[in-house]
């Protein structure tokens, strides 16, 4: 089955330690992107790649750092830096192709709870 | 500056009632994206529909349909005859083809709530 996998469902971290969230696609989709979902809040955008090896900052990196090595992947690190992490993390990708903008799919998310 | 509005923060009807979900938009560009998503209480969005600009037809799917007004800058979302299995955040968003390089602005949603 094609689609976006996120690992783990969820996490729990203790203040001060690095974490990171998986997600993984096999849609052969160019463009990926994370965000961050606060209780009862809108989506706002962590990072976004669209091509191997390059990604650009969203809305809200400070304290987070992602990696694009692989096509299917890409993770994202939640650092100490990050002063609120508690949060819903949503992985999604889509096609980049010509002649319209495509929607994005995303994965069933990562609910990460700083103790 | 380009935004999504979704006034409506929760909406709650009876099973059965029809309602409209409303979504009003602000873009420098003339060829943009509108699309809606779904986000069930498991948390996982689903993709409804997009629309370009340059369609303004209405669309409808099954008991969903969606009204998109370039004149009043609106693409509201329609159910008829709502069922529970409605029930779920719905969030309206935008994507400029010139300005947002493949980024979508979305609203901050709207809680739909349908009772048994």
């Known amino acids: 089955d094609g689609g976006i996998t996120q690992s783990p469902k969820y996490l729990f971290r203790k203040e001060g330690q690095n974490v990171t969230l998986s997600c993984e696609q096999n849609?052969?989709?160019?463009?990926m992107y994370w965000y961050r979902q606060d209780p009862g809040q809108g989506l706002r955008l962590i990072y976004y790649s669209q091509i191997v090896n390059d990604f650009q900052k969203g809305d809200i990196a400070e304290g987070y750092s992602v990696s694009r090595e692989k096509k299917e992947s890409f993770p994202l690190t939640v650092t100490s830096a990050q002063k609120n992490p508690t949060a819903f993390y949503l992985c999604a990708s889509s096609p980049l192709g010509t002649g319209g903008y495509n929607e994005q799919f995303f994965g069933p998310g990562t609910r990460l709870t700083v103790l | 500056a380009q935004k999504v509005t979704q006034a409506q923060t929760e909406i709650s009807v009876v099973e059965k009632e029809d309602v409209t979900l409303d979504c009003v938009y602000e873009?420098?560009?003339?060829?943009?994206?509108l699309f809606w998503y779904k986000q069930p209480p498991s948390g996982e969005l689903v993709f409804l529909i997009r629309?370009?600009?340059?369609d303004e037809q209405n669309e409808i799917s099954g008991r969903y349909s969606w009204n998109f007004q370039k004149s009043t800058s609106s693409f509201n979302f329609t159910i008829t005859a709502s069922q529970v299995v409605d029930s779920a955040v719905y969030f309206c968003?935008?994507?400029?083809?010139?300005?947002?390089?493949?980024?979508?602005?979305w609203g901050a949603g709207t809680k739909l709530i349908i009772k048994p």
């Open positions: 629309r370009n600009s340059f």
């Open positions: 873009t420098r560009d003339t060829t943009y994206y």
């Open positions: 968003a935008l994507s400029e083809a010139f300005y947002s390089n493949y980024q979508l602005i």
């Open positions: 849609l052969n989709h160019d463009a």
